[in-house]
């Protein structure tokens, strides 16, 4: 009997996090996705602090479309946000998903809204 599914994406998180980490000046981009809802935040882990987080679940994101769609915007505001406190590069954060989907398609609009990663 192998793992479950929770427990191999846990696996799978810590090993990211062994190598991705988010200083202030290129901080972590954090992916995290329900099954209805994507939410990304950008983290500074020498201080502990968020710099900045969007969701689908916020006002000024334009949820429409299917989940894809939305997490593209979603990724186009979190590069907004990134951009305003002066952020060009982070360090993307899958945080245990395939890089595929709605994972794929939030990193996909956060780079054509400017940020690097």
Do not use: C, W
């Not at 995290?32 to 939410?39: A, D």
């Not at 500074?44 to 593209?72: C, M």
């Not at 595929?100 to 990193?107: E, F, M, T, Y």
């Not at 609009?109 to 690097?116: T, V």
């Amino acid at each position: 009997m192998g793992l479950s599914k929770t427990e191999r994406k846990l696996r799978i998180r810590r090993r990211i996090r062994k190598v991705s980490f988010g200083t202030e000046a290129k901080p972590r981009l954090s992916v995290f996705r329900s099954n209805k809802e994507i939410y990304a935040q950008l983290i500074d882990d020498n201080n502990g602090v968020t710099l900045a987080a969007a969701s689908s679940r916020d006002k000024d994101v334009e949820a429409k479309g299917t989940k894809s769609e939305v997490a593209n915007a979603v990724g186009k505001a979190i590069a907004e946000k990134a951009l305003k406190i002066g952020v060009e590069t982070v360090a993307f954060d899958r945080g245990g998903n395939l890089y595929h989907g709605r994972v794929k398609s939030l990193a996909e609009g956060a780079r054509e809204a400017g940020l690097k990663f």
